[in-house]
């Protein structure tokens, strides 16, 4: 793998450079490809999560077996242990934006092939996970179509309004499904298909088409490929440092929304309690970081990744305090606005991947992430299965966490190695000179 630097700084310049401007959300939504694509992402996001909520609705209610309903929820996480990586390396031959059409018809197709009556479980159970293989590749596809639309800082703000706007998308869409599949499952199916079709159409009309930069003639076998993705995400310090945060942060931030439920109990306390714990959490997490990008400038941002790291560690650590119901709901809180620093982290990697090579390591990086948040959701309710006081169990993860996080961020790069790392990864058109003359001929090679 090549290693490519960033050109000398022009001698003959200005002797200080100019105040930094902050990008507003102004210059995201004034983007008519961003603001189509943030419309198109909440359609399908929220189609998504409506699609949960009503096969999971359907299963029961044809099967009446709770084990059912729950493995037909779990099976949207299951493509995300192997498969996701492999279908990461086949994003990356097409175009992103294409393959995001793609992913929104496939859905929509296979939402309708549910609608068909007296559907045998084992068959639905089949399709549900079809549905669900497509969602990391539309995630690899779409993370590159953003990287691609918007750059530099501005990618930061355009992330972060795309998970808050997402994650509104994503409690509707629960809320809706729930709505919707009480009434009539078979509707609420109905109305997904259609949003999957429409957030195909608006990123049909309005995103612009980029060809892959990789040629077909220098493919390999899609084995091969996927292995060199996750090759370059364990061998780039860059790239292995911060996803190793992401999912160190995940892993940590995930809990009291996972655990909610047995919070609520412990509390003695109901479904309203659950259900205030995981909304506060996912409000505080928009606040945050649509606060944290738009507010403080970037290079202010980047400095207080690493310290902010170890505030969602301390903050979980307080509920070994076994508060009351409001301090409860204080950490779920300080949880949310922990994750503020996801947007950056997210910039950092997207900006550090070249294209040609999004695709597989986006992918590497989800199923990471998926990993991370599943194994420490499973072993803190495993504990607390054990007897162990959910406050004690969740404060003795925090601890532990303030060790995950100290381990994964102590190589954190250096500013400049960041930078170069960004110009590695930059199109040619955006590289200084000097890094283009050293890149020449090796489009296909990932920075070191």
């Not at 793998?1 to 105040?19: E, F, I, N, Y």
């Not at 359907?58 to 779990?74: D, E, M, P």
């Not at 590159?144 to 530099?152: D, E, F, H, K, R």
Request: net charge positive; charged share 10%; proline share 7%.
């Amino acid at each position: 793998m090549s290693q490519q630097h960033p050109g000398s700084p022009d001698p003959g310049g200005p002797a200080s450079p100019p105040a930094e401007r902050k990008p507003t959300f102004g210059d995201v939504f004034g983007n008519r490809e961003a603001a189509s694509f943030l419309a198109a992402y909440c359609l399908s996001s929220a189609g998504a999560m409506l699609n949960r909520v009503a096969v999971t609705f359907l299963v029961w209610s044809n099967t009446g077996s709770s084990a059912l309903a729950a493995a037909s929820f779990a099976i949207s996480f299951a493509p995300y242990l192997g498969l996701a990586q492999v279908l990461g390396a086949i994003v990356d031959r097409y175009s992103y934006r294409n393959v995001m059409i793609l992913c929104d018809l496939l859905r929509a197709g296979l939402v309708a092939l549910l609608l068909i009556p007296g559907m045998p479980v084992p068959a639905m159970m089949a399709v549900v996970f079809a549905i669900a293989a497509v969602q990391p590749a539309y995630s690899a596809a779409r993370t590159s179509t953003l990287a691609q639309i918007v750059t530099g800082d501005a990618l930061s703000v355009a992330i972060a309004l795309n998970l808050s706007a997402a994650g509104v998308a994503q409690i509707i869409g629960y809320l809706a499904g729930g709505l919707l599949a009480a009434i009539d499952p078979y509707t609420a199916l109905a109305i997904n298909a259609a949003m999957f079709v429409f957030s195909a159409f608006a990123i049909f009309v309005f995103v612009r088409h980029r060809p892959s930069v990789n040629k077909r003639e220098e493919r390999k076998h899609v084995l091969v490929e996927t292995g060199e993705g996750l090759k370059t995400l364990r061998d780039n310090r860059v790239l292995r440092t911060v996803s190793f945060s992401i999912w160190g942060l995940y892993a940590l931030a995930a809990v009291p929304e996972g655990v909610a439920v047995l919070w609520a109990v412990h509390l003695g306390r109901g479904s309203v309690t659950q259900g205030s714990i995981m909304a506060v959490d996912a409000a505080a997490t928009i606040v945050g970081m649509l606060l944290f990008t738009r507010f403080v400038p970037s290079s202010l941002r980047d400095k207080l990744i690493r310290p902010l790291a170890f505030a969602a560690p301390l903050v979980l650590a307080t509920a070994l305090l076994d508060p009351p119901l409001a301090g409860v709901i204080l950490i779920a809180i300080g949880i949310g606005l922990s994750t503020a620093i996801m947007a950056p982290m997210n910039a950092t990697l997207a900006q550090c991947i070249p294209d040609g090579w999004r695709g597989r390591i986006v992918s590497a990086v989800n199923g990471g992430l998926q990993l991370s948040q599943g194994v420490a959701i499973a072993a803190v309710g495993f504990v607390a299965e054990l007897g162990v006081p959910v406050p004690y169990v969740v404060g003795v993860w925090g601890l532990l966490g303030l060790g995950i996080m100290a381990l994964v961020t102590r190589n954190w790069p250096s500013a400049e190695e960041i930078e170069r790392a960004k110009a590695a990864a930059a199109p040619p058109a955006q590289r200084s000179p000097e890094a283009s003359t050293r890149s020449s001929g090796q489009a296909s090679t990932p920075p070191a």
